[in-house]
């Protein structure tokens, strides 16, 4: 979904908002996800984010990052981690770069569960840190982060009420 009507995709800036787009998109069937980065890593996703000039203003992820918003939502369901890399203000993920799963559980024996993601928070970033030592992937990431993803569409959010 994009976030603002000229189409850039982007972070919404709260569950609420991703709702209300996905409404006025006549897409009821879609569901909100959470992205969460561990505390310690943030310090070098700021800097990898600021080395590929991405904009720090206000409401932008690394302004939230720099907060340490709280995550995951309470009521938000927990699927999983994702390995995520950041190149000049778009972020890729090694489940979309071939052969990178393949590389890192026959390096690290780390494998993927329900929804393809790792399961355990320790395994995936034991994989990210594998990954960015190993300089496999995508040439201009240099870092590598495992993100928590939950879902956190309205349905989840109004369980914790």
Known sequence: MPVDPSGWDDWFASPQEAEIARDQAGKPGLHVL???FATADVPGLLADIADGG???SAGSL?????RHEKFPYPGSQRLGFELVGFDSGCWHTWTCLGGLVADVHRATGVQLGRWGLIQDEQDARRAAQWLTD????????????????????????????
Do not use: C, I
């Open 62 to 66: 690394p302004e939230r990052l720099a």
């Open 134 to 161: 190993s300089g496999l992937g995508d040439p201009k990431v240099f870092l590598w982060a495992a993100a928590l993803l939950a879902d956190v569409t309205r349905a989840n959010l109004q369980t914790e009420e």
């Open 54 to 56: 991405w904009d720090t």
């Open 34 to 36: 959470g992205v969460g």
